[in-house]
């Protein structure tokens, strides 16, 4: 299927982060906090998120007769009326004048959550101008990640995303999750208003912080000086925050005259949320209605992985028109798991639990991908696992592939620098495929996805199990097998030199040593 927002999804895609550190915006804020003074309201939910769209497609029919293009819509809300034309304001529409691109990819990455974001607005009868924020924000760019941490179209940091029951790990991160980190981010700005009752407050102290907010209002009053917004003594960023904002409403108020291209989107929802109620691949979700596996991924940026949660976030948003394609599909499959799988043999020492932990997932998604009714195995076993399309590409290739896909369990003083040592892989591939965010703490337990080079290349591809012996080292089997002791760690995910009586380690031999080595074993 290649519908118009499809296609521009994958242009938006190509074009990457490439605008984001162009536009300026607000990713270095570490002032960023809640405070001492909580905001008064209570986490959203999943529930609200489909609430709330539901409301919309009931108006859905009504906002169609007033205009076809969303930003025209936008425009007639548009309440801020103060200050317009200050000078700090008049240096932004010039930036944004020189560098027209910020507008065009945004309004390009916006056009699939525009409609719900100015629907909710409009709903809670807040100015229309905050549709623009997260162009000050981010871009638009979900996967946007700030020096300290602030993530998501609204750039919410980690303490403040807790607060709004946020979720994180490494399967999901509610602050990438577009739908319900704007109910979160438009309660906060709310909370923001009723406290300092005016919206520019409000707007600096959302970036800012409203407790160094308070502070500076504080100094100014008790010099006797005015304490509106433009009156006060905020750094750099609070200080060029609501002008940005201010700016961007200039020029998508008369784009014409001053010369920007502002993309159109339709008036009317984009998406549809689905809960099939289980685990689901984005891989054999797109499958069943004909996607790109990226685009879909591109809706759902709050899940990490190639899957949605397998305990945790389970929904999906997809486009409209693929809706009762897909509910048709998944009623069809009710009964059989939405994971791709791989096989794999039950070893002595194996429990499900320590599977399902280097496999990713969860016991309960083992159980069903299993129909296992407990939690005995037995050795020799052959169990489904769960696995992306990556993984299907890598663990069931023949002998001459050159990769080999695997789980990794993280030890006690691993980091990504050892890692990426012992499987070849580099640092930023590790991120990318694990969906690691700069600065992510690994914790020991944890399980990720990992590409080893080919560890037979170069040879004839001869692959042997040794067990261990009394007295052996790595250093006594690396000459034996005329092999390099890096290697021999690399191919069994050893952190150091430590190896046990009676365990096994795999080896690979050269063509020319396979008799010879043999015979020494023997």
């Known amino acids: 299927m290649k519908s118009r927002l499809h296609t521009r999804l994958r242009t938006a895609l190509i074009l990457g982060l490439t605008a984001l550190f162009a536009s300026a915006c607000s990713l270095h804020d570490s002032g960023r906090t809640l405070g001492t003074d909580q905001p008064d309201v209570e986490p959203r939910t999943t529930e609200d998120v489909q609430a709330a769209m539901q409301r919309q497609r009931r108006d859905a029919a009504q906002r169609a007769e007033e205009t076809d293009d969303l930003w025209e819509r936008a425009r007639l809300g548009f309440g801020f009326s103060e200050a317009l034309d200050h000078e700090r304001v008049d240096r932004y529409i010039e930036h944004y004048r020189d560098h027209p691109r910020i507008i065009e990819y945004s309004t390009r990455r916006a056009e699939p959550f525009a409609y719900f974001i100015l629907s909710e607005i409009e709903a809670r009868d807040m100015p229309a101008e905050l549709l623009l924020l997260p162009i000050v924000e981010s871009g638009f760019v979900a996967q946007a990640t700030s020096g300290s941490s602030a993530a998501g179209i609204w750039q919410f940091m980690p303490a403040t995303g807790d607060y709004f029951d946020l979720t994180r790990d490494h399967w999901y991160d509610g602050r990438r999750d577009v739908y319900k980190s704007t109910l979160a981010a438009l309660d906060y700005l709310q909370a923001l208003h009723r406290r300092f009752d005016d919206w520019y407050l409000a707007l600096a102290a959302y970036n800012y912080g409203q407790g160094n907010l308070q502070r500076a209002i504080n100094r100014n009053a008790a010099r006797g000086e005015p304490t509106d917004y433009w009156s006060l003594d905020l750094p750099s960023e609070p200080t060029g925050y609501v002008p940005r904002l201010l700016a961007l409403r200039h020029l998508f108020l008369e784009p014409d005259a001053h010369d920007i291209a502002i993309t159109p989107i339709a008036n009317k929802p984009a998406l549809e949320m689905i809960k099939p109620g289980r685990q689901a691949d984005f891989s054999l979700i797109a499958e069943l209605v004909d996607m790109d596996t990226e685009t879909l991924k591109a809706l759902n940026p709050g899940y990490h992985r190639h899957a949605t949660h397998p305990g945790g976030a389970q929904h999906l948003f997809v486009p409209r028109e693929v809706m009762p394609r897909l509910q048709t599909a998944l009623e069809a499959r009710s009964d059989e798991p939405l994971m791709r799988f791989r096989e794999y043999t039950v070893r002595s020492g194996d429990n499900l639990g320590r599977i399902a932990r280097r496999a990713g997932t969860r016991v309960t998604v083992l159980r069903d991908m299993n129909d296992l009714d407990g939690d005995l195995i037995r050795v020799g076993q052959t169990l489904r696992l769960p696995a992306s399309t990556h993984d299907d590409a890598t663990t069931h290739v023949a002998g001459g592939d050159t990769t080999t896909a695997e789980d990794y369990e993280v030890q006690p003083g691993d980091s990504l620098w050892h890692i990426s040592q012992r499987t070849g892989m580099s640092i930023s591939a590790l991120r990318s495929i694990n969906g690691l965010e700069p600065g992510s703490i690994l914790r020991p337990g944890d399980t990720l996805k990992v590409v080893r080079a080919d560890p037979d290349r170069g040879r004839d591809g ?61």
């Open 462 to 522: 001869q692959r042997i199990e040794y067990q261990v012996r009394p007295g052996d080292s790595l250093s006594t089997i690396a000459r034996r097998h005329q092999v390099s002791i890096p290697d021999l760690r690399r191919w069994n995910g050893l952190n150091g030199d430590s190896i046990r009586a009676g365990e096994t380690l795999t080896v690979y031999l050269a063509s020319a040593d396979h008799e010879q080595i043999a015979q020494s074993d023997a």
